[in-house]
């Protein structure tokens, strides 16, 4: 299953964000700060590493690959897999909304 894209946009930005969500601390912050750390500690090692390296430390996904020495698909499943954890640990936070006609 594939997020729409303005969904997926919004979990990389707050990703990409996390420490400036950590300072401000707004209601929505910390609905968002909910949804991303439950997920974070609910990955494995190495899943975690790539949510690291590719989101706080903005490492492409080749370096990514070649430091976790793994297949570009296997990188890619892995990126949805977290992606799609994300979006629905916002939803139920009521972080995120998505609507589907």
Known sequence: M????????????KLC???ELRARSTPADRR?????DS???????EMR????MHFFENRTGLEVMEALCI???TFYVWR?????????????????Q???D
């Open 2 to 13: 594939l997020l729409p894209k303005a969904a997926v946009d919004k979990i990389i930005l």
């Open 17 to 19: 964000a996390i420490e």
């Open 32 to 36: 968002w700060l909910m949804a991303l």
């Open 39 to 45: 997920v974070i500690n609910s990955l494995n090692p």
């Open 49 to 52: 590493r790539l949510v690291s």
């Open 71 to 73: 297949e570009r698909s």
């Open 80 to 96: 949805e897999q977290i992606l799609l954890q994300f979006a629905v640990a916002a939803a139920e936070s009521g972080a995120l």
């Open 98 to 100: 998505v609507f589907y």
